[in-house]
């Protein structure tokens, strides 16, 4: 019944987003994985939905130098219920209203923080088990929050994000960035990104990331330092990868560890390739290893399909 009733709501918001806005885009990516897990007390085999999405964006123009802008993205679970056995497969992710102009861009809701977005597109293995957020602190999507964007000035973006505080014992959060060249690496053949947050999700963090392509290499770097805002633990630690395109495939290998003061020491290792059967889809298989000291191994075996419209 949730599930309708979310759906209900979907199709309502769809509906009026086609008659109040002059361009709407939908777009969404089904991404799933049958895989063979071992967390540390055997293995056994499930089939998992990594982030799969679809969403709603679009603007519309108000005068020759400013527009409003918006998006409303939503995560589905496209092989089970959640974890909890609740039929509702379906919650939020970015989602947001704004303006657009020559000051750059401001968009209030939920949404990435900068130190998140900076990022770029470094994790080979995004959304799935060998994702960076496994292992490094930062990768945070919150509501509450207020996110700038300025336009590009000789390559260089600026990114800031306010997260207003929701609690009487909670501080306001802030989010900042400078990056330097496209994420995508088509248009330059570097990027480049410092970030920081203070006072985020309980954490204090800094980021530097580094990717660039020499032909069909691509490699990639990043360094991090971190420490809960009480002072309780600090951890530094850092991730390199490699991926290699040839002619369909992608071979992809990653590694990241992260130190911690206390000795809960943390690392993972992953490999894998990616086979583009056209544009928008591709089959892809996975391996990934986590190493923890002070807690129990991790093994991922995966084989996947993934769709995007």
């Known amino acids: 019944m949730k599930f309708l009733k979310s759906s209900l709501c979907l199709a309502l918001l769809s509906g009026l987003s086609f008659n109040a806005f002059a361009q709407v885009n939908i777009y969404g990516k089904a991404n799933v994985t049958v895989q063979s897990s071992d967390d540390g007390e055997g293995s056994f085999t499930e ?11 679009g603007s519309e123009k108000i005068s020759d130098s400013l527009e409003a802008v918006y998006k409303f993205e939503f995560q589905v679970d496209v092989s089970d219920a959640d974890s909890k056995g ?33 990022q770029g597109k470094l994790d080979l293995f995004n959304d799935l088990e060998g994702d960076l957020k496994n292992t490094f602190k930062g990768e945070n999507r919150l509501g509450d929050s207020v996110s700038y964007t300025s336009n590009s000035y000789q390559g260089f973006k600026v990114l800031a994000s306010f997260i207003a505080q929701d609690d009487l014992d909670a501080k306001n959060g802030y989010s900042v960035a ?81 130190d911690f003061d206390d000795g809960d020491d943390k690392s993972a290792v992953s490999v894998g390739v990616d086979h583009k059967l056209n544009k928008n889809l591709k089959v892809f298989g996975f391996y990934s290893s986590f190493d923890m000291d002070n807690n129990v191994d991790q093994d991922y075996l995966g084989l996947g399909l993934e769709y995007k419209f």
């Open 178 to 258: 400078l990056t330097y060249g496209d994420a995508g690496l088509k248009k330059s053949a570097v990027y480049a990104a410092i970030a920081a947050d203070s006072e985020v999700n309980g954490y204090d963090v800094v980021r530097a990331t580094v990717q660039g392509k020499i032909e069909d290499f691509r490699l990639g770097a990043m360094y991090q330092t971190q420490e809960k805002v009480d002072g309780s633990a600090e951890a530094d630690g850092y991730l390199v990868n490699a991926a290699y395109l040839m002619g369909s495939n992608t071979f992809k290998v990653q590694y990241q560890t992260m």
């Open 86 to 118: 609740d039929d509702d497969n379906i919650s939020s992710r970015n989602q947001y209203v704004g303006l657009k102009g020559g000051f750059g861009q401001v968009v209030i809701g939920r949404n990435d923080t900068a130190l998140k977005q900076a």
């Open 47 to 57: 089939i998992k939905s990594n982030a799969s999405r679809f969403g709603l964006k």
